[in-house]
């Protein structure tokens, strides 16, 4: 579920739609504050400018979604530690999937047309995560 809402976020944006959550809907929940991200993990090119940068934008007030795959504890550790410096509460979610609906997943972000081109994932990468 994660890749499909992701993708349908960004084409209710895109389009000008409004996004409800089931809470919103079913429960009177009001709706919480979402913004896109003024950085993109794959631009940043380094664990280190990403992990700056969410740094900076906590220590603005502003919400932050770390949406990258970090296979050892050493690189998750990296951002859990972020939120205590800028004063914040931190959630981690563990999403699991078969080895075929990853491998589906990676090849419709490799064939959607998007500003920044999906790298190929070989099956190595694929099976680091098993």
């Not at 809907?25 to 090119?45: E, H, Q, R, V």
């Not at 078969?98 to 998007?114: A, D, G, I, T």
Request: charge should be neutral.
């Amino acid at each position: 579920m994660g890749l499909w809402k992701h993708v349908s976020e960004k084409i209710a944006l895109n389009i000008g739609l409004q996004i409800y959550t089931p809470e919103e809907i079913f429960l009177g929940w009001k709706a919480a504050p979402y913004n896109m991200p003024s950085f993109d993990p794959d631009t940043l090119c380094s664990w280190q400018n990403c992990e700056s940068a969410c740094e900076c934008a906590m220590k603005e007030g502003r919400r932050v979604v770390v949406d990258i795959t970090n296979p050892d504890l050493e690189s998750r550790k990296r951002y859990v530690d972020v939120s205590p410096k800028a004063g914040v509460p931190c959630r981690c979610f563990n999403f699991t999937t078969s080895l075929e609906q990853s491998k589906h997943n990676n090849r419709f972000c490799e064939m959607v047309p998007s500003a920044t081109k999906q790298a190929p994932v070989n099956d190595l990468v694929f099976h680091c995560y098993k």
